[in-house]
C-alpha cells in the first residue's frame, strides 16, 4: 500500500477566493491523481498530476479553475481557484501503485466549505 | 444510465449478519473490479481488486463478479459494528485506465 497525507485536513473558505491543497506520499509513485467527492455522490476524477509536464483534466475540469503541480514523484498540489460555494466538496488525493493490477489507494481527504 | 450503479442504502444489520453488497453496470469492457471501504470523514480504503470473472474471498470478505450478468457483489460474513462505513464499487478496463466508481453504499452493523 502507500501512506498518503493530505493539508489541509479541511478549511472553510470566502468566495472568490482560492485554496491550495498538498498532498505527500510515502514512497515515489508514477501516477498521481485528484478527485472530488460531493455528498451522496460518486467519486469523480478531476485530472491526473504528471511529473514534469501539465497536468491531464477530464472533461469539464480546466486548468485556469483546478491547477496543478507534480514537481516530483512523492508531492502534487491542487489549487481549488475562485472559489463559489458550488466547489464545496472533499478533494481526494490518490496514486497508483505499479504491479499486475495498478492498485490506487486514496489519501484522507481534505473537507473544503466555501461561504 | 449510469455507467456503475448501486443501491445507496443505508443498509442496516444486526451483527453477526452476512451482509451482501452489490453493484450493476452498463459497460462490458470493463474487467478489473474493487471494492473500496470508506468511513466516516476517512478517504477510501482498498478492500479486494480481482479480474475477470469468479470469486476472491479474504478473511471474512468474498468478492463475486459475474461478467455475463454485469453484477458484481461483496459479501461480509459474520459482520461487526467495525463494518460500518460505505463501501464504493468500482472497475475499469484494463489495469492502466481510468477508474469508475458506483455512488456507494451505507452500510450500519448494529451492535
Known amino acids: 500500500s502507500a501512506v498518503i497525507s493530505q493539508k489541509p485536513s479541511r478549511d472553510i473558505c470566502q468566495r472568490g477566493t482560492s485554496l491550495t491543497i498538498q498532498c505527500q506520499v510515502d514512497s515515489q509513485v508514477t501516477m498521481m491523481f485528484w478527485y472530488r467527492q460531493q455528498p451522496g455522490q460518486s467519486l469523480t476524477l478531476i485530472a491526473t498530476a504528471n511529473q514534469g509536464s501539465e497536468a491531464t483534466y477530464e472533461s469539464g475540469f480546466v486548468i485556469d479553475k483546478f491547477p496543478i503541480s507534480r514537481p516530483n514523484l512523492t508531492f502534487s498540489t491542487l489549487t481549488v481557484s475562485n472559489m463559489s460555494p458550488e466547489d464545496s466538496s472533499i478533494y481526494l488525493c490518490s496514486v497508483e501503485k505499479a504491479g499486475e493490477y495498478n492498485e490506487q489507494f486514496f489519501g484522507p481527504g481534505t473537507r473544503l466549505t466555501v461561504l | 444510465q449510469k455507467e456503475v450503479e448501486q443501491d445507496p442504502g443505508p443498509l442496516s444489520v444486526p451483527e453477526g449478519a452476512i451482509v451482501s453488497l452489490n453493484c450493476t453496470y452498463s459497460?462490458?469492457?470493463?474487467?478489473?473490479f474493487m471494492w473500496y471501504r470508506q468511513y466516516s470523514r476517512k478517504g477510501p480504503e482498498l478492500l479486494m481488486y480481482t479480474y475477470s470473472s469468479g470469486n476472491k474471498e479474504d478473511g471474512r470478505f468474498t468478492a463475486q463478479v459475474d461478467k455475463s450478468s454485469k453484477y458484481i457483489s461483496l459479501f461480509i460474513r459474520d459482520s461487526q459494528p467495525s463494518d460500518s462505513a460505505t463501501y464504493l464499487c468500482a472497475m475499469r478496463k484494463t489495469s492502466y485506465d481510468k477508474v469508475i466508481f458506483g455512488p456507494g453504499t451505507s452500510l450500519s452493523v448494529i451492535p
Open positions: 459497460n462490458s469492457a470493463f474487467q478489473y
